[in-house]
């Protein structure tokens, strides 16, 4: 099992870019997190998904959509990119205790 | 108020001593806690969880305070390996098993 799988994982993108980071994960989990982590600081959470088809606002959504077509991926499209925005970002998945997290991808916007 | 509260450090310990971390959450309907281990620009992984009856595991012992809202993770017999960032972290109420994360607290082994 590959668990969860993020790419990129390095990006720079220039301010009103756009482009989505990639998340799968292959243990049939059905809770499913997006998390940015800004440098000495806790990650906070952007969007989050309980199922297919069923995705939600965490605490920072703004400037991120999200999509749950199917149980394995959890996209995370940035439309209009912001130096805000530079940060690195972690999936993250569960059953129901303990999440497994992917590798991250370090986003920087110029 | 913060919803959950670390001290940052660092911490900078010899190989072999004690060291604790102490951390406060504010939501007193959180249902679970937990510590993860996130090494430089590496994720997050989960450590232990924490009971209020305690969780030992090796070196390491976790404790829970409900009344006080309050956890805590000791290190007994630090080793170099254990240089990293703990998170305390908090899951909320709900059915979505949403974690709240600490700004993290650094620690530092040294010979």
């Known amino acids: 099992n590959a668990g969860v799988t993020q790419t990129p994982k390095f990006r720079i993108l220039k301010i009103g870019q756009s482009m989505t980071l990639q998340c799968t994960q292959d243990?049939?989990?059905?809770?499913m997190y997006w998390y940015r982590q800004d440098p000495g600081m806790g990650l906070k959470l952007i969007y989050y998904?309980?199922?297919?088809?069923?995705?939600d606002k965490g605490e920072v959504p703004n400037g991120y959509n999200v999509s749950r077509s199917t149980t394995e991926d959890f996209p995370l499209r940035l439309e209009l990119a912001a130096p805000s925005q530079t940060s690195v970002y972690f999936c993250a998945s569960t059953r129901d205790y303990g999440y497994t997290f992917g590798s991250g991808t370090r986003l920087t916007v110029v | 108020r913060k919803e959950v509260e670390q001290d940052p450090g660092p911490f900078n310990v010899p190989e072999g001593a004690t060291v604790a971390f102490n951390c406060t959450y504010s939501n007193s309907a959180s249902q679970s806690f937990f510590w993860y281990r996130q090494d430089c620009r590496k994720e997050p992984k989960l450590l232990m969880s924490?009971?209020?009856s305690g969780n030992e595991d090796g070196r390491f012992t976790a404790q829970l305070n409900r009344a006080s809202q309050y956890i805590s993770l000791l290190i007994r017999d630090s080793k170099l390996s254990d240089s990293a960032t703990y998170l305390c972290v908090v899951e909320g109420t709900g059915t979505a098993s949403k974690l709240t994360f600490g700004t993290g607290t650094r620690l530092q082994v040294t010979l």
């Open positions: 924490v009971y209020s």
């Open positions: 243990m049939n989990h059905n809770y």
């Open positions: 998904s309980v199922g297919a088809g069923i995705t």
